[in-house]
């Protein structure tokens, strides 16, 4: 592998990361509704667990209401039960063929406890991007002991690799950021 397959291999592999972290961070109740929060409920569709998305249409009613609208009139009950029984503490209401998911209001405490899930979750990826820029460096020692690369330019790539490290922990600090200030916020 040529260093500057290396490089690119890095950098697309920390977009990854960022993009699980995003999506990661979507599971994370706020007080307001997002439809996403529903994605990680399965309900038991004719025997095989679907997501909630793939057997009902899910969109919000207002800033803290999500409703389900299942394409079929028996999978009401079903649909409400996972919800209910998912670990995301909503408790939804059934009104004729629409379901109404409230979002209840945060505790102060609450509000605490899941800005340091967030920023735990803000470390891991963290971790993950100093893992593959780790993996990225033992690459290119390794392309220079195979005498692939010169030892100049194992030294560029470790900086450059090193500035798509440091540019990658700043996204997720920013993100980790915004997230903490989205459930600090009233």
């Given at each position: 592998?040529?260093?500057?397959?290396?490089?690119?291999?890095?950098?697309?592999?920390?977009?990854?990361?960022?993009?699980?972290?995003?999506?990661?961070?979507?599971?994370?109740?706020?007080?307001?509704?997002?439809?996403?929060?529903?994605?990680?409920?399965?309900v038991d569709y004719y025997g095989a667990m679907l997501p909630i998305s793939q057997v009902a249409n899910v969109s919000l009613l207002d800033a803290r209401t999500i409703s389900v609208q299942p394409w079929e009139k028996g999978m009401g009950a079903k649909i409400e039960k996972a919800i209910r029984d998912s670990d995301l503490g909503l408790n939804p209401s059934s009104m004729g063929?629409?379901?109404?998911?409230?979002?209840?209001?945060?505790?102060?405490?609450?509000?605490?406890?899941?800005?340091?899930?967030?920023?735990?979750?803000?470390?891991?990826?963290?971790?993950?991007?100093?893992?593959?820029?780790?993996?990225?460096?033992?690459?290119?020692?390794?392309?220079?002991?195979?005498?692939?690369?010169?030892?100049?330019?194992?030294?560029?790539?470790?900086?450059?690799?090193?500035?798509?490290?440091?540019?990658?922990?700043?996204?997720?600090?920013?993100?980790?950021?915004?997230?903490?200030?989205?459930?600090?916020?009233?």
């Amino acid at each position: 592998m040529t260093i500057a397959e290396i490089k690119n291999t890095v950098e697309g592999k920390m977009d990854q990361s960022i993009e699980a972290f995003k999506h990661n961070l979507t599971k994370i109740r706020t007080g307001r509704a997002n439809p996403a929060l529903l994605d990680t409920v399965h309900v038991d569709y004719y025997g095989a667990m679907l997501p909630i998305s793939q057997v009902a249409n899910v969109s919000l009613l207002d800033a803290r209401t999500i409703s389900v609208q299942p394409w079929e009139k028996g999978m009401g009950a079903k649909i409400e039960k996972a919800i209910r029984d998912s670990d995301l503490g909503l408790n939804p209401s059934s009104m004729g063929d629409l379901i109404r998911v409230p979002m209840p209001a945060m505790s102060e405490e609450r509000r605490k406890e899941l800005s340091k899930v967030v920023r735990g979750e803000g470390e891991g990826a963290k971790i993950a991007i100093r893992n593959l820029r780790r993996d990225a460096n033992e690459a290119i020692r390794k392309a220079v002991k195979d005498k692939l690369a010169s030892e100049d330019e194992q030294k560029r790539c470790e900086t450059d690799i090193q500035k798509v490290t440091d540019r990658h922990v700043i996204v997720i600090d920013q993100l980790v950021a915004a997230k903490e200030q989205d459930i600090m916020a009233v």
